[in-house]
């Protein structure tokens, strides 16, 4: 899917959060969104997920526009979410997660599940437990293994790394390398090593605004970094 977001607005009251943001994610390509905290990452992928309405600007999925539509009809259009914090259903089992995400897709088989858990063997071991019984690397792939069940074209990831030991951060790197190319991805990511190693091109937002963008050739890490340190 082709992303193109046009002079985005976002208020939270009197605070504006996101400033004329601007930036296209063409079909396959991985694009990384840095800054420091509060920089406006997150409430960008709320606005992209239809969580936060934008107060102003554009969202086009393939050139449809989506500024307004509520979550599900993105969700239906392609559009996969992994939010900050995960929120999986802890009351229910890894595969009633599942079913739960898959089922509004039409996808709640037998054959999709069995691809995530080939992805994610862990939760074919876990099937049975309750989501808030995992660790927080668990959570984490139940999150991606949920986002993936809906079968999206562009999966947006609100700080995939957090609170990951650094095996499943090496797991979820290769799971979305391998996906790359298939699907477009927008990460949201603090962990420089984490974004350099999937992403094609990169944003790097400052207090709401996109205060520098390029590709993996022009990005030196001194670059990537320069907005990032505190
Ligand atoms: N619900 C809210 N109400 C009011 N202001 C908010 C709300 N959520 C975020 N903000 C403010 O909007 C700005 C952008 O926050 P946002 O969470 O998008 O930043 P971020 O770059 O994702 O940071 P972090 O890495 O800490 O998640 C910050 O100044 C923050 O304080």
New binding site residues.
Partial sequence: MKLAVRELDQH??G?Q??RKVSFEVAPGQCLAIL????????????CLAGALPASRGAIEFDGVDMTGAPSHRRSRAGFGYVP?GREIFAELSVKENLIAAARPHGAATEATFEEVYGLFPVLREMAGRRGGALSGGQQQQLALARALVTRPALLAL??PTEGVQPSIVQLIETVLADLKGRLSIVL?E?YLDFATAVADRFLV?S??RVVDEGGRAEMSRERLSKFMSV
């Fill in positions: 939270y009251g605070a959060a996101l800054g420091r905290n509060g920089a406006g990452k997150s409430t960008l992928l709320k900050q609100d700080e949201v603090q937002l207090r709401g």
